[in-house]
């Protein structure tokens, strides 16, 4: 059931813009506004769903589709992937590269830390990943 004050599904929708990564039937996928690190992409169902574990399409599949071009832009092997649920309630998973010990993070993903990219970064990480898209 799609949510009308959902500001997920208005992405969906295309009434709120985003940084788009990919698209299918089902799912969509765009950079987080506020990245943990470059490339922090979410995962979501086009339909409105509260959990992730609601999610009645095949989440495994398309995770592994943007996982391995995460991997790939940013040649890496570590793309960190979480749930939380707890500011937007429309089901989506993180996922976030790390590079090495240098990029401002220490030796694990620091949740509480964001880090700042313009509009012209934020354009061309997206099409970088959608240019890693197998
Ligand atoms: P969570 O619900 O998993 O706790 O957090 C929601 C995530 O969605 C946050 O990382 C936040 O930065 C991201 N977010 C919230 N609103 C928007 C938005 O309008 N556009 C995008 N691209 N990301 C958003
Ligand atoms: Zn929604």
């Given at each position: 059931m799609e949510n009308e004050v959902c500001i997920f599904c208005?992405?969906?929708k295309g009434e709120i813009p985003c940084y788009k990564v990919f698209e299918d039937n089902?799912?969509?996928a765009f950079l987080d506004i506020t990245p943990?690190?470059?490339?922090h992409t979410l995962l979501i169902p086009?339909?409105?769903y509260r959990w992730v574990w609601e999610v009645e399409?095949?989440?495994s599949k398309v995770s592994n589709?943007?996982?391995n071009a995460l991997k790939k832009t940013f040649a890496?092997?570590?793309v960190v992937?979480?749930?939380m649920g707890q500011d937007v309630p429309h089901a989506h998973i993180h996922f976030v590269p790390r590079f090495d010990e240098t990029d401002g993070h220490g030796p694990l993903i620091d949740i509480s830390k964001t880090v700042n990219l313009s509009k012209e970064e934020m354009e061309d990480i997206a099409k970088k990943i959608q240019d890693s898209l197998e």
């Open positions: 208005k992405i969906t089902n799912f969509l943990k690190n470059k490339g086009k339909k409105h399409e095949d989440y589709k943007i996982a890496t092997d570590w992937s979480f749930v």
